[in-house]
């Protein structure tokens, strides 16, 4: 007879570890005892040795499906006598807490959900130790039902039952409730019984109402996505004339009635994360064309909620499931708030009264070449540790100024905030705050050092200056942060040649950088190579006017816009060559996501953008209807740091404008990108003998460009590396400020 301590850290609360425990230790004879204490699980066992070897290596050989075990350590203890095996009270502990995304329902509970006979039948919030709202309802830590916005049902007979039976699927299930005790969903002004509540919301939706939806993270604002007018009405309303909107499907069968879906695409859309995957049209068929104006993929997810699933029991169609918000602005997550600001934009409100603590937005993702790549990594991953192959001191750091995400991190972990928004208003900042403070409270640590981007006017370094005189604050290029973030994600610890290419960020010579290139390690890393600057004048008006960025490029390298492709006036014409010449209001970049917009516009694809890289995005789809490998001249002038220049592309361009079709430019403008960024990496192999490619920012979203450049690098036997674990836009970039927290630097 011995008895043994066992400490498991990792992902283990929230994830039916404890029941799996105490199962286990049933089925061996073993007695003693179980608890979760923060950030980790642990046991004491007493039982003959077999035993005991046996149970450890359940534990790390079987342990249950959405735990992930970091840590197992193990000693053997003298302890007093047990006579059985029980789950005892958490204790609250030093070190730091991992807390499980929040995960679709699972197939045990849709059963019962489709079940006449199960009590939950057609229970809108059912769920298990295995599934169900974890993250967006967590309070605080440990993992216990009085710490989660559950703690207000106070469950029945039958569901308390479940909660203590250890056979049970919801034994210590925190989230477990049913239609008698727990949490319930209704339509706000319509009295409408429960027993038809989804008929009628499916009518609601074959009428063409837009219904603002409460989901596990936040609103959703949804209709029929196959009746035009209450798509359009929603555009209108939402003030979104043309970003894309996702689509909620009901099964694999109606996804590909639309959309391509390979095997990659089709395990992710399943997946227990159930993210938002751009899948390739097949066909419109009977969609309504204003989904995607433009675009040649289609953002679609499968149900996930339970009441998703009872949803689409009684509406047959397609839906659009867009996020509750105003433009960039955080998802809305309460009812009362969603009623106030979506009233407008809203025929009606599903609601409930489980609160969301945690707000969370869908993630998106897509496959190309089998691997996943995250545009937005939200719900189902996010808040997942991210591991890294250095030490980092406590520190804080607050991401970028678009699509930002902060993170936190120690020792050798990071944990990456959801997707928070665009941080130029201060309802934005507001919520950038308190999730800020969430984090540091949840996950245990108490940053010492705090990253901010370089640029001086941000929200986020205004943020930073007041924190000077407490902690040490450091700031850190957006580009470099890029290519930091990129070693971090893929453990990369030789040197690298690393571009990094999108569209804008506060450069260390004060201009607009875009189209960088490093060279280094996670320690040193030195500009090595970059597009030649061209002005740009009017700053951010320009960057919502791909025709003035053209103007600007052609009137500054003394090119006529003989065609008039331009479609500009002669006014506007005055008012940019004014600037220039007078050099006001002038900004010089060497962004390479404006040089497709410029070229998106000198083709005539999108010369005035109403969403964030729209005038790319449309001149990708217009490249993807040719296949010419033909390339445009360019050159590379060599001195301590390369520049790229493009002039010979651009004015050759514009004399295929006259003849030649434009996808088969916009074609070989993106061959001439890919053959860019080959040679440049040829050139630094040749200067630094390095032969690792990585590749970085917004522009590496570009499919068409991955597909083209992958082959040419491999050809030419380069590692090439891309993003894995988080986006390559700025959502990613929080990771790689991490880096300037370092130990020993
Ligand atoms: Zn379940
Ligand atoms: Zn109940
Ligand atoms: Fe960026």
């Not at 498991?8 to 204490?37: C, E, H, M």
């Not at 207000?152 to 039976?165: S, T």
């Not at 996020?323 to 025929?347: C, F, Q, R, Y």
Request: overall charge negative.
């Amino acid at each position: 007879m011995k008895s043994c301590k066992i400490k498991i850290s990792g992902r283990v609360q929230g994830v039916g570890f404890r029941p799996f425990v105490y199962r286990l230790a049933k089925s061996l004879d073993l007695t003693g005892w179980v608890l979760n204490s923060t950030g980790s699980v642990e046991i004491l066992i007493q039982g003959s040795e077999a035993n005991i070897r046996n149970f450890i290596d359940a534990l790390s050989h079987d342990p249950p499906p959405l735990s992930h075990i970091e840590n197992i350590f193990e000693e053997i203890v003298e302890e007093s006598t047990y006579t059985d095996f029980s789950i005892i009270k958490s204790r609250e502990d030093k070190g730091f807490n991992f807390i499980s995304p929040d995960i679709a329902i699972c197939d045990d509970c849709l059963r019962e959900l489709r079940d006449p006979h199960d009590r939950r039948f057609g229970y809108p919030f059912i769920n298990c130790t295995n599934c169900g709202p974890r993250y967006t309802i967590i309070e605080d830590l440990p993992y216990d039902r009085e710490k989660t916005t559950m703690k207000v049902f106070k469950m029945c007979e039958a569901c308390n039952e479940e909660y203590h039976n250890p056979i049970s699927r919801r034994f210590h299930a925190q989230p477990d409730a049913c239609s008698v005790c727990g949490p319930h969903l209704w339509i706000d002004s319509l009295n409408i019984p429960e027993s038809n509540l989804f008929k009628e919301i499916g009518k609601l939706l074959y009428e063409g109402q837009i219904l603002a939806i409460k989901g596990i993270g936040g609103f959703h604002i949804a209709c029929d996505a196959t009746n035009e007018s209450a798509v359009e009405r929603l555009r209108n309303n939402k003030k979104r004339r043309s970003k894309p909107f996702a689509l909620m499907m009901k099964d694999l069968d109606m996804i590909r009635r639309y959309c391509y879906v390979n095997n990659t695409e089709e395990k992710i859309l399943r997946g227990k994360e159930r993210p938002i995957v751009l899948l390739r049209i097949k066909d419109y068929l009977d969609l309504s064309p204003s989904i995607a104006p433009g675009n040649l993929y289609l953002g679609v997810m499968l149900p996930y909620a339970p009441y998703h699933y009872l949803i689409f029991d009684d509406f047959d169609r397609p839906i659009v499931m867009t996020s509750g918000n105003l433009s960039e602005e955080p998802i809305i997550k309460d009812n009362v708030e969603a009623k106030d600001k979506l009233k407008n934009i809203v025929d009606n409100f599903v609601l409930h009264n489980r609160n969301i603590r945690n707000r969370i937005d869908d993630s998106v993702v897509f496959v190309e070449d089998n691997d996943l790549t995250f545009v937005r990594r939200a719900r189902g991953y996010a808040p997942d540790p991210l591991k890294v192959s250095i030490e980092v001191d406590p520190v804080l750091a607050l991401g970028p100024e678009l699509k930002n995400t902060f993170a936190i991190g120690s020792g050798n972990y990071v944990f990456m905030s959801p997707h928070i928004g665009d941080l130029k208003d201060l309802e934005t900042l507001d919520v950038f705050e308190e999730t800020i403070e969430d984090f540091i409270h949840l996950f245990r640590i108490n940053p010492e050092i705090l990253v901010h981007d370089l640029h001086p006017q941000y929200l986020s370094t205004e943020f930073a200056e007041k924190f000077k005189s407490f902690m040490k604050v450091v700031p850190v290029q957006h580009h470099r942060a890029h290519i930091l973030s990129l070693l971090l994600d893929r453990d990369i610890g030789d040197p690298i040649i690393g571009f990094s290419f999108d569209g804008t960020g506060f450069g260390e010579d004060g201009n607009i950088w875009g189209g960088e290139v490093f060279v280094g390690n996670l320690r040193e890393l030195h500009r090595a190579a970059h597009f030649k600057y061209f002005p740009m004048a009017g700053g951010d008006y320009s960057i919502e006017n791909p025709k003035r960025i053209a103007y600007s490029y052609l009137f500054s390298n003394e090119i006529e816009d003989n065609g008039n492709y331009l479609p500009i006036s002669p006014l506007e014409k005055d008012i940019i060559k004014s600037m220039i010449q007078n050099k006001k209001n002038i900004f010089y970049t060497s962004s390479c996501g404006r040089i497709f917009d410029m070229v998106s516009a000198i083709l005539g694809v999108r010369s005035v953008v109403d969403y964030e890289g729209q005038a790319a995005v449309e001149l990708e789809m217009c490249a993807m209807d040719s296949d010419t490998s033909a390339v445009y001249p360019f050159e590379i002038q060599k001195g301590s740091s390369l520049e790229i220049d493009i002039l010979p592309m651009i004015k050759k361009i514009l004399e295929d404008r006259q003849h030649i079709n434009r996808s088969i430019i916009a074609r070989q403008f993106h061959n001439t990108i890919a053959y860019i960024i080959l040679s440049t990496a040829e050139i630094l192999r040749e200067k630094y003998h390095i032969n690792k490619v990585g590749l970085s920012g917004g522009v590496f979203q570009n499919r068409l460009l991955l597909n083209i450049l992958s082959p040419l690098l491999k050809e030419s036997k380069f590692e090439v590396y891309t993003h894995r674990r988080i986006p390559p836009n700025d959502g990613g970039i929080s990771l790689g400020q991490i880096a300037l927290a370092m130990k020993g630097v």
